[in-house]
């Protein structure tokens, strides 16, 4: 089964202490940070992930486009990301696909558990991106160590033969 991540992109930034430190200074900075942080979800997870962000205050057409494989949307004038969110579930959402909402806005959690996806708060999404985070520190220190055999799952025993055997050959 797919699973797509539709994020709530102001949503998180107004409600993770760190996106909401650095939007204190530069918005742009907070948007570029979160994009970077469900990057590293989705390459981790394998979740798709699309981050909507308002633009319903700015003059223009919206627009759709790809950062390190994410999916970034701004909306169209008169648009709210709640709205393009209710419109994305509808579209994306079927039998083979399952879609989750991130957002802590409990009227947009409401809308959308209705129309069939499972709803992620803000929270429970910066609880993922933790386990991710760690995950990729791990993943990172093992092979500094070279202890990181790749997706290869071997035994101790055996990695320890293979590293005796490896190093005679030198």
Do not use: C
Request: charged share 30%.
């Amino acid at each position: 089964m797919k699973e797509i991540v539709l994020v709530d992109g102001y949503n998180i930034i107004g409600d993770w202490p760190e996106l909401k430190h650095i939007k204190q200074f530069s918005l742009i900075e907070a948007r570029d940070l979160l994009i970077d942080k469900m990057a590293e979800y989705q390459a981790v997870t394998g979740k798709r992930v699309m981050i909507v962000f308002d633009a319903h205050m700015v003059p223009g057409t919206g627009s759709k486009n790809k950062h390190h494989r994410v999916e970034v949307v701004y909306t169209r004038e008169r648009e709210t990301a709640d709205e393009r969110i209710e419109k994305l579930v509808s579209k994306l959402k079927n039998v083979e696909t399952q879609v989750y909402v991130a957002t802590s806005d409990y009227v947009e959690q409401s809308v959308t558990f209705g129309s069939g996806a499972l709803r992620t708060s803000a929270r429970e999404l910066r609880i993922q991106m933790s386990h991710v985070e760690q995950h990729v520190t791990e993943r990172v220190a093992r092979v500094k160590k070279g202890n990181d055999y790749g997706n290869r799952v071997i035994s101790q025993d055996v990695a320890e033969y293979f590293e005796k055997w490896r190093r005679n050959r030198q």
